[in-house]
């Protein structure tokens, strides 16, 4: 018998580690997430667009981490450009203002988001659309400059969107057209006026808008000749001021406190930590019925003190010391007056015996009477089973009546 379960375990063991050789080997995926941080290198960040421009612009690129309305509450300097790119990007009704109130004043606001406010909708008067591809084909964007200084010999391409967002409604008088996109079925005409990047004068400065923040990612700069589209949508920024590239709002996180983070996310780590889990579980299963005790029941010690206080009663009452018992009964009962109802016990008068009496749920009478026959055990020299009796009875039913019994 033994020697079959040390069979099931050999098999197991193989299996697991079968297993485990498989998924080390397999390739490892692609992380598609959007996270557009700056210093991700996945096909979604933004760390070649980063490094293409603090090359190009040097020190005038600047990196905030901070909020924007913070930044421009609390820094009068802040002049130039400041770049936003992300999947998402939603400002608050006082952040937003303070953003255009700053633009007004000769700034430049650059934002490449999937989605705008709809506060920044009406205030620049536009609104947005899906272009979508033909269903059940595999289809290509096809993105455009539309400005004349460019050249479009080779179109840039995007593969992995059946989606697309452009400006459906813009302000003709205001606005400028920057580029378009289409896709490869209608790319020939190239007269749709899908519009995805527009530039509009605000103030004495300008907002550039533009609904297509993978633009900037490292996936689409370094595909083909990509780089050359990002370029002319990045020359309609000033580089003699400065540039500000927003890290605040980003999809992706640019740093990690989480430890598990880097075992989960390092191949050699990951798996040292789950052949931990499975040994640990091999170890409860395994050896943990062999080494388990049954935990021993340990009884709390008994409280003695009542049959203490009756051992000691009844040797008083086997050798006939019925007046001592009275004298201690007496004492503990004014004990109990001095504890309970908080009176000096040393002067028994009228006041007294008014004040325990209301305080104690009783008439005067019915006191008096009680400490009455307790004076009288007093000055006795014998004292019998029957006084005991009866000074116990009245005591016990003084008690239990004030105690609402």
């Known amino acids: 018998m033994r020697k079959k379960g040390s069979i099931y375990i050999i098999i197991v063991l193989v299996t697991l580690a079968l297993l485990m050789l498989f998924q080390y080997s397999k390739p490892k995926q692609i992380n598609w997430f959007p996270s557009f941080v700056s210093q991700h290198k996945i096909p979604y960040g933004t760390f070649v667009l980063n490094e293409l421009m603090g090359k190009k612009y040097k020190e005038h690129l600047k990196q905030v981490t901070r909020p924007p309305y913070e930044v421009l509450q609390t820094n009068d300097y802040f002049q130039g450009t400041y770049f936003f790119v992300n999947d998402r990007i939603s400002f608050g009704e006082a952040e937003l203002k303070s953003l255009l109130d700053w633009t007004s004043k000769g700034n430049t606001l650059f934002i490449a988001s999937g989605s705008f406010d709809t506060e920044l909708k009406d205030t620049l008067n536009f609104e947005t659309s899906g272009l979508y591809a033909d269903f059940g084909e595999d289809q290509k964007q096809v993105h455009k400059l539309l400005n004349p200084a460019f050249t479009n010999d080779s179109l840039p391409t995007f593969d992995k969107d059946n989606f697309a967002l452009y400006f459906s409604e813009i302000d003709t008088v205001n606005a400028k057209v920057i580029a378009q996109v289409e896709y490869d079925s209608e790319a020939d005409s190239l007269k749709q006026g899908h519009f995805n990047v527009i530039k509009q004068d605000f103030g004495q400065g300008k907002i550039i808008l533009s609904a ?68 640990v579980l091999f170890y409860v299963v395994f050896e943990g019925k062999r080494k388990q005790r049954a935990i021993p029941v340990v009884v709390p010690l008994k409280n003695q003190t009542l049959a203490f206080t009756r051992t000691i009663a009844d040797m008083y009452f086997e050798k006939d010391e019925q007046k001592s018992i009275t004298e201690h009964k007496i004492a503990y009962f004014m004990e109990y007056i001095r504890s309970h109802f908080y009176m000096d016990t040393t002067k028994q008068d009228d006041a007294f015996f008014h004040n325990l009496a209301a305080r104690s749920n009783h008439s005067e009478e019915e006191v008096k009477k009680l400490f009455s026959f307790m004076e009288k055990l007093k000055i006795r020299a014998v004292i019998t089973n029957a006084d005991l009796k009866k000074l116990n009875t009245l005591i016990e039913k003084f008690k239990l009546k004030a105690d609402g019994k």
């Open 212 to 279: 297509f923040p993978k633009a900037f990612t490292n996936y689409f700069i370094l595909k083909n000749n990509n780089k050359d589209y990002t370029a002319g949508l990045l020359s309609y920024i000033d580089g003699n001021r400065p540039i500000y590239m927003d890290n605040h709002y980003k999809s992706g996180k640019s740093f990690y406190t989480s430890p598990m983070y880097i075992f989960l996310n390092t191949k050699e780590f990951k798996w040292a930590y789950y052949i931990v889990l499975i040994g």
